[in-house]
């Protein structure tokens, strides 16, 4: 049978008719490093992110904070999220943090061949602290304060996926790295899976759901790309 075409997934997501396959989403982790700054006025934080290489199968290109697949040494822990998370940031930009803080979680769409399931999770360093690119699997880092990043996002620059642009607009609501942390003990933290649904005129509607209960959160929450090829969904 010949893959069908994002629009074909999306119609099969949307009508039920089991032409589309949906892929389990793999689990992983990402973390959110913020350090305090003094460099810009916009923020007093700034935040680690990663231009994900070229060759990337999923992804390339784009900015993501560091992160990757929950690998089988990681269920060796009790959280292996949580382990994930520690061990690609040793990987990636060679730190050892220690407390890190749940912040949000996002599942790849359904219309995604490749799907996972990211827990993000925030840390908090201080100031002098340097982080070191040690990875091949990203060109470039970066500290960036989240108004930049979302800049850089929006006059394109640096390309994002939904998730990471959605992030990085939460850190910028945070006048202060307090603020920050204050904010993150009192989230209510649920997975977000964006999802397709088709409108009487045939276009596409991106609706956000809660995937734990799968109870609508949003409706019409805008445009999306597919995060494994940047190809517009619409």
Not at 51 to 59: G, L, V
Not at 82 to 110: G, Q, S, Y
Not at 133 to 145: K, N, V
Request: net charge negative.
């Amino acid at each position: 049978m010949p893959e069908l075409t994002v629009a074909e997934r999306v119609a099969s997501i949307a009508c039920a008719d089991g032409r589309w396959v949906v892929p389990e989403p793999e689990p992983a982790a990402t973390v959110v490093i913020a350090r305090p700054t003094t460099m810009n006025s916009s923020s007093d934080f700034e935040v680690v992110m990663l231009r994900r290489a070229s060759t990337m199968q999923f992804a390339a290109n784009m900015a993501v904070f560091p992160g990757g697949k929950v690998d089988s040494v990681d269920h060796a822990f009790p959280d292996p999220s949580l382990a994930c998370a520690l061990r690609e940031v040793r990987e990636e930009v060679n730190l050892d943090l220690e407390h890190l803080m749940l912040f949000d979680h996002w599942i790849t769409p359904e219309i995604e061949a490749r799907r996972y399931d990211v827990q993000f999770f925030l840390a908090v360093v201080d100031s002098e602290v340097e982080a070191t690119l040690s990875t091949t699997e990203a060109e470039e880092m970066l500290w960036l304060t989240p108004q930049s990043g979302l800049q850089r996002s929006a006059n394109g620059t640096l390309k994002m996926l939904v998730p990471t642009q959605m992030v990085l607009a939460e850190l910028s609501r945070a006048n202060s790295i307090d603020d920050l942390v204050r904010d993150v003990s009192g989230r209510a933290i649920y997975p977000k899976l964006p999802r397709p649904a088709l409108r009487d005129d045939a276009s596409i509607r991106w609706d956000l759901f809660n995937a734990r209960t799968m109870t609508l959160v949003q409706s019409d929450v805008g445009a999306r790309r597919m995060e494994s090829t940047g190809e517009s969904v619409t």
